[in-house]
């Protein structure tokens, strides 16, 4: 949104000034680097491409959907499982595409979307809208709601993997979901319980309450409706097909791009190295990375936070346009492999960078 937009709804272009002894210093700002004229184009957007996405995304489900059904009962049944679970978290990240209104041009039907692709995962769009900009607009102060699941790595091999054994199992969901519902979890460093409600419009406090309230009708409405149409091999299905992704398969994905996307980063001061831009080519890791952790774009999240009002579809474009500037020169942007080799990297390793030589 442009700085037009009512107080306590914007998202703001991230205008922290580059640190001079930094990775990435000596490069021009990138928030200077482009022009209003190259920018404008990258914000525009194309309803055919964004509904794409979300037919694509739809599409893959309800194939996954079908062939778990053919093979019921059978241990086929996993593969299904899996591919949801995957596309879950896809139909996620357009849900946060609605969250910054760049789904589609007209603000009641880009919001009508996005919270019916919220409302059946389970997550409340609109508040998220209010704790993702918080996000954008405080990243790693102690305002970030999302510090307490990106930050202080690396914390140690067995720290991580332990957490995303947990995920899988849905031993964390409850988190997520207290999440995606204006609870975030306590922040280790400064001990606080961020409240995002209390810092917004009251229009989007608003709208948030109300559509918590449809998520949770729409989860106690879904299966009755499983169960009126299928009997209990419907309700079964249900569970299988839908509940068994989200709260297992989804959860140790969306950790894992989170801190993907800002875990093990040491220079919090500039808008180049506090976020992380993963490839998704180049090797068979990458590519990996794209099909269960990045889709619809969202490895090229340095940029999505340089200019958060650039849709999904046009940040391969950004990324070339500024590395073509030099803008990127020095910063956080890495393939897979060496992302992993960060994240999980002994918490040893993060205490020497900050021993004095």
């Not at 997520?176 to 917004?200: E, K, S, V």
Request: include cysteine.
């Amino acid at each position: 949104m442009d700085s037009g937009d009512r107080q306590g709804e914007e998202f703001r272009t991230d205008l922290r000034p580059l640190a001079t002894s930094a990775a990435g210093s000596g490069n021009a700002s990138a928030r200077r680097i482009l022009s209003a004229a190259e920018l404008a184009p990258l914000t525009e957007l194309s309803h055919l491409r964004s509904l794409a996405a979300v037919a694509q995304t739809v599409g893959v489900i309800a194939l996954a959907i079908a062939f778990g059904v053919w093979v019921w009962p059978s241990p086929w049944v996993v593969v299904s499982i899996v591919v949801i679970g995957v596309q879950q978290h896809a139909l996620f990240i357009l849900a946060h595409e609605a969250a910054h209104y760049r789904l589609l041009r007209g603000r009641a039907a880009n919001d009508a979307i996005g919270r019916a692709i919220g409302m059946v995962g389970a997550i409340s769009m609109c508040t998220y809208r209010v704790i993702h900009r918080l996000h954008h607009n405080n990243l790693y102060t102690d305002e970030d709601p999302d510090t307490a699941i990106h930050g202080g790595y690396p914390r140690g091999t067995a720290y991580l993997w332990k957490k995303l054994a947990q995920d899988i199992v849905g031993w964390n969901a409850w988190k997520t979901f207290a999440y995606f519902f204006g609870a975030p979890a306590i922040n280790d460093q400064t001990q606080r319980a961020a409240r995002p409600l209390d810092d917004t419009s009251p229009q989007l406090r608003r709208s948030a309450r109300i559509d918590r309230w449809f998520v949770v009708a729409f989860q106690l409405l879904a299966p009755l409706a499983c169960f009126a149409l299928g009997g209990w091999r419907g309700l079964a299905q249900y569970a299988a097909f839908w509940l068994v992704p989200m709260l297992t398969i989804l959860q140790p994905i969306l950790r894992l791009r989170a801190i993907c996307e800002h875990g093990a980063t040491t220079d919090f001061s500039s808008p180049l190295t506090a976020a992380r831009s993963n490839r998704t080519g180049g090797s068979a890791a990458n590519v990996l990375g794209r099909a269960l952790l990045f889709p619809h774009h969202v490895n090229y999240h340095l940029e999505h936070h340089l200019y958060p009002a650039v849709p999904h579809y046009r940040l391969p474009r950004l990324h070339r346009l500024l590395a073509e500037k030099g803008a990127l020169d020095g910063a956080e942007v890495r393939d897979l492999g060496a992302t992993f080799e960060l994240i999980f990297a002994p918490r040893a390793r993060r205490m020497a960078q900050h021993e004095p030589a």
